[in-house]
Structure formats: C-alpha cells, structure tokens
C-alpha cells in the first residue's frame, strides 16, 4: 500500500513508519518541517519514503497527494501536557486537531481517486475523568476541555464517511515505550531513587505499550472489515499506585515519594489535569474485533520496555 502519515515524525509515528516500511508499504509522511523529517527519516534508511511539506490546518499543494495514496493515518496534534494551557495554547491544542483533520478530510474529499480508508487518531480524554466509573466505547463524553477538543476531532474525521471512505477512529491512552511517551519524563526521578505516584495515586492509569498501537494501527489499515472508534488501550489499566509500585519494584528503585499536586499545577496550570486525573478506560470494541495483545499487562509492557 501507499499510506501517507500525519505526525509521522513523533513518538508513535516514528515505530509505524519504520513497522510499515519494512514491510513493504511505500510511505508518505507530511511534516511542517521537512529537514527535520529527512533527520528522522534519511533517505539511505528509507528509501521507500517521501517526504512532503504542509501546513496542517491550511490547504495547499499536498493536497493533491493524497489521490495517489491508498490509506491516511492521521496522527498529528499539538502536545497536551508539555506546557501551561494558556488561552492561546488551548487554542493551538483544539485547531492543530480539528482544523488539521478538516484539511485531510477536505483532501480526502478532491482527491480522485480516494483513499480507502482514514485511520484517525483520537484520545481517551473523550470520556472525561474519574476516579470510579468504567468507560468503554459506548459510553457517553466527557464535559471538560479535553473531551470537547475529542468530540470536535472526532466529528471533523467523521464527515470522511459521506465521501465513502472506511474510518476507523482510534481513542487512544498513555503510550509507553522506550526513548520517549510518559515513561521518558518518569525514569530520570525512578533513577535518582524519588520516584513516586503523581498527585494522590488513585487516578486511573490507562496505557497503552507502542508496539501494542502501532500493531492496532496497521490492522485497521489491512483488514477492511474494521471500521468505526476503538479503544487504543491495554485491557488491564492501573491505579497511579500500581504503575510507579511496578516500575519501581522492576527498577530496584523506591516508589514512595509522591509528587504533590500543587507543584504539577504551578508548572502546567490545567494542564495537569492530564496527569492528575484519570480515567479507567477498557478495550470493549478492539477486543470484540479480535486484536490480540502483545503487552496485556503493566508488568508485561514495563518488563520489555526496561530490558
């Protein structure tokens, strides 16, 4: 297949990029900075590779490569947890996602031929936080500015379904792997020996190990019965408690010191909401479809990362 990629050059996108190629698959990946792509991805390395440069929530030239390609993953979005939620930082979060997949879905919609199908990345912010309910892909969203951010994301990649291209949405948890996600910021305090949960340690960690998505993500590419939104986390979520329990037991480091909130606050504001709230959110719909995972386990996923 020829499969362009948004956010190709991330954390997540990095891993897919180098699964599909080396499995044959011709890759297109739209960047906003194309040196760093060629960085990333040189040619010597991935020579069945073509870069394109674009600005996402603009129309353009790139457009019109997506009538030669077979499928479009989208993945692309401005970071949620990195800096405070400022008006203008919750601005750039909402449009880097709803106006970045309005501008693949209007190109979808010119191109002739069309892709086949739409790989659309989502989050599992879409439900909301909680400390005690259990949310599966039916359950109704959330009401605070991350759900709405999903809801609006969601609805601008649902519109793709009127041009007859197959859609698969995809909510995705906290991805863990090596060299980068969450567990890149937790390892340098485990390693130090101050390691420990985040805000009270009951909030809900639902993850996800990258192999695991990448993994989801090329079967929603290859098997043209699936369609519709699933949930892109381990069927196994955890307290914060249990996660930085393991990863300590796993590093021979203590995982007693908690981080308290207020600090998290002073640096992120509402963003560390992120961190700090939670949500236990299961797999229903991707386990109905049959997707088996490799890493199924905090312990599992941990274990293999660390080794």
């Not at 930085?244 to 796993?250: M, N, P, V």
């Amino acid at each position: 297949m020829k499969i362009a990629i948004t956010g190709a050059t991330g954390f997540v996108g990095t891993r897919l990029v180098s699964k599909l190629t080396t499995a044959g698959h011709k890759i297109i990946v739209f960047t906003r900075d194309e040196k760093r792509g060629r960085r990333v991805f040189p040619p010597s390395a991935f020579p069945n590779l073509e870069i394109v440069a674009y600005q996402p929530t603009k129309s353009g030239d790139w457009q019109e490569v997506l009538a030669k390609c077979d499928a479009v993953v989208n993945l692309a979005g401005q970071p949620i947890a990195e800096e405070r939620w400022t008006p203008q930082i919750k601005e750039k979060i909402l449009h880097s996602r709803q106006g970045g997949t309005e501008k693949i879905v209007e190109a979808i919609a010119l191109a002739n031929p069309k892709p086949k199908v739409l790989i659309n990345a989502s989050a599992i912010g879409y439900y909301g936080t909680s400390e005690t309910a259990t949310f599966t892909e039916t359950s109704p969203p959330g009401d605070d500015f991350l759900a709405q951010v999903c809801q609006k994301w969601e609805a601008a990649a649902t519109k793709v379904t009127a041009e007859s291209v197959r859609l698969v949405i995809l909510r995705i948890g906290i991805v863990l792997g090596k060299n980068g996600g969450a567990l890149s910021k937790m390892l340098p305090v485990f390693k130090l020996f101050a390691g420990g949960p985040l805000g009270n340690g009951r909030q809900w960690f639902s993850w996800i190990h990258q192999d695991d998505l990448v993994s989801l993500i090329i079967a929603a590419l290859e098997q043209e019965d699936k369609r519709g939104t699933f949930n892109a986390t381990a069927p196994n979520p955890v307290p914060m408690n249990e996660l930085c329990q393991t990863l300590g037991a796993i590093m021979k480091r203590p995982s007693w010191l908690p981080v308290p909130s207020f600090a998290l606050e002073m640096l992120l504001g509402d963003g560390a909401k992120v961190v700090l709230e939670g949500q236990q959110v299961l797999p229903q719909q991707t386990l109905a479809a049959g997707f088996t995972y490799q890493y199924p386990t905090i312990q599992a996923a941990l274990k293999e990362i660390l080794s």
